[in-house]
């Protein structure tokens, strides 16, 4: 080949290889400036919609899953093809507009766990709803991964126009000057202390927005509170309903949906009280299956909706399945 050809042919070669390398590093910075993910769905006439607040990695596993052992539990997120060094748990915060309402499920960290979250006012700017707008928060439980978000880091709220609806039990008992946290597994009493005070410093701030309900009771025509006690003394599942459907929010009943499923009986280490929260896990599972209730779980895979199914002495998830990103 003469020389001339020769360094023709490289150019091209070197012309066509650089193409990839333009496509690579404009595809990295669309990835970049990805917006966060938003899944819009309806049950009944009510439309609803999934946002996140990022995630929290759980690691070690073992110890967050107390009662399992920890080759048992390794042996079980590797059949899964799961990392068997950490559980990373979703933040699924649930929307749901009724009419003139505009009703919030939760609201994330606030920010106050790391950069991997707190990402809720993010992923509302970018499905195009302003926090102006939310008339009604209703609070499953008072952990701080779920009421972070109601106030800014200057402890002004974030929902201006929103009444607030925590479970009576609930409120009570974060709001008492002493807390029992004998019936836990998890004994870090600095950190269990800051939490209560973080707790208590949103419900005092926000008290004249505040609305306890009993469990139970109805909200705005399409919320139907549930106790499912154990985790918190008041934690409550949100029945959404609308016509003959049903979609239940089961909040922190489940924290993998592998571990918790297969073996409800390993618990978790964050329960308030271990034991009751796992009779209530097993008994709450075994309702789901039986009526084939479409369940949303607030740490569960994004965007957390799906269905519970019996799977030998356990239970397994079967996660909702997508024809398309909506
Ligand atoms: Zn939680």
Redesign the pocket.
């Known amino acids: 080949m003469k020389r001339r050809t020769l360094l023709k042919r490289l150019a091209l070669i070197a012309g066509i290889a650089a193409v990839p390398f333009k496509i690579l590093r404009a595809e990295a910075a669309t990835i970049k400036t990805l917006k966060r993910p938003f899944h819009p769905f309806k049950v009944g006439a009510l439309e609803l919609m999934v946002l996140t607040d990022g995630h929290i990695a759980l690691s070690p596993v073992q110890p967050t899953f107390p009662n399992g052992s920890e080759q048992a539990e390794k042996a079980l997120l590797q059949k899964h093809f799961r990392s068997t060094e950490a559980v990373d ?1 979703s933040m699924n915060l649930l929307i749901i507009k009724k009419e003139n309402d505009l009703i919030l499920v939760d609201t994330g960290t606030g920010g106050n766990f790391g950069p991997a979250s707190g990402w809720m006012l993010a992923s509302m700017a970018d499905a195009g709803i302003s926090p102006e707008t939310i008339t009604h928060i209703v609070i499953s439980h008072a ?1 701080p ?2 009421v972070g978000g109601l106030l800014t880091k200057e402890g002004t709220p974030v929902f201006p126009h929103a009444q607030v609806h925590i479970a009576r039990l609930e409120h009570e008992f974060w709001m008492a000057p002493q807390q029992d946290f004998s019936k836990s597994k998890f004994q870090d009493k600095k950190l269990l202390a800051a939490f209560t005070a973080s707790t208590q410093t949103i419900f005092k701030t926000l008290q004249e927005k505040v609305h306890l309900f009993e469990h139970g009771a109805e909200l705005l025509g399409c919320l139907r509170m549930e106790l499912a006690p154990g985790h918190t003394p008041g934690h409550t599942l949100v029945h959404v309903y609308s016509g003959s459907e049903e979609l239940v929010h089961v909040a ?1 009943l489940l924290h993998s949906d592998v571990l918790s499923f297969q073996h409800p009986e390993w618990g978790f280490n964050g329960d308030t009280n271990f034991e009751l929260a796992m009779a209530t896990r097993k008994k709450i599972l075994a309702n789901l299956t039986q009526g084939r209730q479409k369940t949303f779980g ?2 569960l895979p994004w965007p957390g909706i799906g269905h519970v199914r019996k799977q030998g002495e356990g239970y397994e998830w079967v996660a909702e399945a997508y024809a398309f990103p909506e």
């Open positions: 748990l952990h991964d779920h922190d607030y740490h």
